[in-house]
């Protein structure tokens, strides 16, 4: 079991950058693969990028080139730094985390711990 608390999110106009963090209390972190999602106004839970134990990242095409995500073993944390953004970048900005397994999915069914969100909100 793991708990996930996030922090980070806030408004910002079109081009700024945000870096959200997201905490990671309980197992063995360095056991999980991380992850962020995003949830906007009607919109479905869509996965951002995510990070295996080993680091090694995958990112949804919208985020590639803007966004990076990274984490830090030693601190139990994960971070998603978002430069470049735009209005639909907008949401709910949540952290998930799933026992590593060798596949690293971008897939919210795939993980079963989750953070309660932070609010990201980008105006043009």
């Known amino acids: 079991q793991v708990q996930l608390v996030e922090s980070g999110g806030g408004s910002v106009q079109a081009g700024g950058s945000l870096r959200l963090s997201c905490a990671a209390i309980?197992?063995?972190?360095?056991?999980?693969?991380m992850a962020w999602f995003r949830q906007g106004p009607g919109k479905e839970r869509e996965g951002v990028a995510a990070?295996?134990?080993?680091?090694?990242?995958v990112y949804a095409d919208s985020a590639k080139d803007r966004f990076t995500i990274s984490r830090d073993n030693s601190k139990n944390t994960v971070f998603l730094r978002m430069n470049s953004l735009k209005p639909e970048d907008s949401g709910v900005y949540y952290c998930?985390?799933?026992?590593?397994?060798?596949?690293?999915?971008?897939?919210?069914?795939?993980?079963?711990?989750w953070g309660q969100g932070t609010q990201v909100t980008v105006s043009s």
């Open positions: 990070i295996s134990p080993g680091r090694f990242s």
């Open positions: 309980g197992d063995s972190f360095k056991r999980y693969d």
């Open positions: 998930a985390a799933e026992r590593a397994d060798g596949d690293l999915p971008l897939v919210a069914t795939e993980y079963s711990f």
